[in-house]
């Protein structure tokens, strides 16, 4: 049962232009949607949260949008750098305040290329 | 405090053999996860913990898998009779609130377990 989708594998985008990186939820008691970055031979870190209340959240380059009626989410990365390759791992929960499990997508690798 | 740390990095073992992962996490956070990761995959939930408290634990978790987390602190991951499915990389996490009330992990480097 996978509740949170990610549909694309991976991703290729010229330095300096916008990454778009989409995910997709089923369940709609999650309350929070996160967004991590993965390097290699390293753990996910943790990049900018939204809560389901809200449509946008921003922080320097990273802007994440939830539309709830479409159960769907993006991440946009203005502008992408060499240093954004990376695998980017959608993530929904209840809050902190619930004691609750954190469900992740598959993942999208993010090219950069010059 | 440096983060999460978890030890030892990568174990190679046979088929057959029990092995141990340890987990330290962030002092101050009460929350402790445990994640499996195969290859091309996200990160699947094992366990987790509030303080020794064993809260959740997934279907995943068969009974050749056990977690313990004593005092509250650092915990430990068995795997007895290990399987060449077993073969992942196992994720240990710690959580603390984030400012938007959002249960933020932080993760180790994680343990990858090969099984020959």
């Known amino acids: 049962d996978q509740q949170v989708k990610q549909n694309s594998p991976s991703l290729s985008v010229q330095e300096g232009r916008i990454s778009i990186l989409n995910c997709d939820y089923t369940?709609?008691?999650?309350?929070?949607f996160l967004w991590y970055k993965k390097y290699p031979a390293e753990g996910p870190t943790f990049l900018i949260s939204i809560s389901s209340i809200k449509d946008k959240n921003e922080d320097g380059r990273f802007t994440v949008f939830l539309n709830k009626s479409a159960k769907h989410l993006s991440l946009h990365i203005v502008p992408s750098q060499p240093g954004d390759s990376a695998v980017y791992f959608c993530?929904?929960?209840?809050?902190?305040?619930?004691?609750?499990?954190?469900?992740f997508g598959s993942g999208t690798r993010l090219s950069i290329r010059p | 405090d440096t983060g999460v740390s978890q030890d030892p990095r990568h174990k190679i073992t046979k088929r057959g053999q029990n092995v141990t992962f340890r987990c330290d996490p962030i002092s101050e956070h009460n929350r402790l996860y445990w994640y499996r990761q195969t290859l091309g995959q996200g990160p699947e939930f094992l366990t987790y913990f509030q303080n020794e408290a064993q809260l959740e634990k997934s279907r995943l978790l068969s009974d050749r898998f056990s977690a313990e987390r004593p005092k509250g602190s650092f915990s430990t991951l068995e795997i007895q009779r290990t399987e060449q499915g077993d073969s992942a990389m196992y994720l240990c996490?710690?959580?603390?609130?984030?400012?938007?009330?959002?249960?933020?992990?932080?993760f180790g480097a994680g343990s990858r377990l090969t099984v020959l």
């Open positions: 993530a929904a929960s209840t809050g902190y305040s619930s004691a609750s499990k954190i469900i």
């Open positions: 996490a710690s959580s603390s609130p984030g400012a938007s009330g959002a249960n933020v992990l932080t």
């Open positions: 369940n709609s008691m999650f309350d929070y």
